[in-house]
Nanobody, 121 residues
Framework: QVQLVESGGGLVQPGGSLRLSCAGS????????IDWFRQAPGKERERVSCITSSGGYTYYADSVKGRFTISRDNVKNTVYLQMNSLKPEDTAAYYC??????????????WGQGTQVTVSS
């Protein structure tokens, strides 16, 4: 059974940093691309970042480029999203997801339960 579990969310002041983790179980995360999405209340879901299975390709939405960094530790079966210079508009529930493919996907089939990030002073 494919499971993804996000952690690392919380309340942070503008300009601060958080590192989200996405741990996989029931499958070998190292073989597959992992996407990060976010959704704020009243807004459409947005794909924030993605990393391919090899880590050789990464994608960032324009809204986070230069501030967020995606990485993976295939030994730990975990993908990370380092978020720096956080802004109030980054406030959202963040989800990791996979389509069990080596390439990134806009519509992954498997999702975690999400972790809340709130950026506020």
């Amino acid at each position: 059974q494919v499971q993804l579990v996000e952690s690392g969310g919380g309340l942070v002041q503008p300009g601060g940093s958080l590192r989200l983790s996405c741990a996989g179980s029931g499958f070998t995360l190292a073989y597959y691309a992992i996407d990060w999405f976010r959704q704020a209340p009243g807004k459409e879901r947005e794909r924030v970042s993605c990393i391919t299975s090899s880590g050789g390709y990464t994608y960032y939405a324009d809204s986070v480029k230069g501030r967020f960094t995606i990485s993976r530790d295939n030994v730990k079966n975990t993908v990370y999203l380092q978020m720096n210079s956080l802004k109030p508009e980054d406030t959202a529930a963040y989800y990791c997801a996979t389509d069990l493919k080596t390439a990134c996907s806009l519509y992954p089939a498997y999702w975690g339960q999400g972790t809340q990030v709130t950026v506020s002073s």
